[in-house]
């Protein structure tokens, strides 16, 4: 069995005019105005050379960082704790790299738990918002959630055409959130809708609005867990125990059992949803071939 795996970069991207983002692992705003870059309070000059209509801003919540460039230079704005950093590069001289004081303190995991729903297209924003699928938008914000404080506290709709219309007025830009939207506030109601925890208890796809996805890393209690769904049920689950633990898997459907192993190469074991599923530390647990029917082993 192949590992769980994302493999699309979420590098989202536009060349409009007064493009904004902000900054990953911070609440700054990277306003681009050529020929002058804003980022938070700082102002920076721009090569001029670039021309007026070939400029990119591109924020990176791969490598958490942003970029501006064009045929002429290349600007990297990156965060660390105390201080946010500019390496401008442009042909023929040496880099240029500055600091500038940070305040707050900076928001980048370790791990980031990882959100896909199946949409592989081109990540230019202006096509983004124009298409405004939320297969496409929500695994960018459910990044995004993760690297930045900006938020005010805000409840969010299971509607998904109410949840749509929010996003619409709540975001300008490049998802630079107004004082209306909590980014961790879609942050937990997106992850509550495939996963939830309670004690021992992990309940999956307890409401799953997308017929076909992807979570890796997410975060639990007993360990780190990738999630394959396809037709909204299970299809790959891959737990990787930190600890010895009992625990409690639900699923939608009436999903009666599943098989599990410890190897790709094993032939494995049924297990059915009503026992208790025992775990080891330093273990990898696979589950897939879930069954809804017990009359079907």
Not at 33 to 53: C, D, R, Y
Not at 56 to 80: G, P, W, Y
Not at 244 to 269: M, T, V, W, Y
């Amino acid at each position: 069995m192949k590992p769980i795996r994302i493999q699309e970069r979420l590098s989202p991207y536009s060349h409009t005019l007064c493009a904004q983002c902000l900054l990953p692992g911070t609440a700054l705003v990277v306003d681009l105005q050529f020929p002058k870059l804003f980022i938070g309070e700082v102002e920076i000059a721009l090569p001029s050379t670039a021309g007026f209509f070939k400029v990119t801003l591109q924020q990176d919540l791969e490598r958490n960082c942003v970029f501006v460039f064009s045929s002429h230079f290349r600007m990297k704005i990156k965060a660390e704790p105390g201080f946010f950093e500019t390496l401008l590069s442009m042909k023929g001289m040496e880099p240029e790299r500055k600091q500038y004081p940070l305040k707050d303190a900076v928001h980048i995991q370790k791990i980031s738990e990882k959100l896909s729903l199946g949409m592989q297209k081109a990540q230019d924003w202006d096509l983004v918002l124009r298409r405004f699928d939320l297969k496409e938008i929500l695994p960018f914000l459910y990044s995004l959630a993760q690297k930045t404080s900006a938020f005010v506290n805000d409840p969010v709709s299971r509607d998904l055409d109410v949840l749509k219309t929010h996003l619409r007025s709540a975001f300008q830009s490049m998802l630079v959130p107004q004082k209306s939207m909590d980014l961790q506030s879609i942050f937990q109601e997106v992850r509550s809708w495939f996963f939830q925890e309670q004690e021992n208890r992990q309940i999956f796809f307890s409401f799953c609005p997308f017929p076909t996805g992807r979570m890796t890393n997410i975060q639990s209690n007993v360990g780190l867990i990738d999630l394959e769904w396809r037709k909204h049920i299970p299809r790959r689950m891959v737990i990787h125990s930190q600890k010895d633990a009992s625990i409690s898997l639900e699923f939608p459907q009436k999903i009666e059992s599943f098989r599990f192993r410890c190897h790709p190469n094993e032939k494995g074991a049924r297990h059915f949803v009503k026992d208790p599923f025992l775990l080891e530390a330093g273990k990898q647990y696979l589950l897939d071939c879930f069954y809804k029917d017990a009359s079907m082993i």
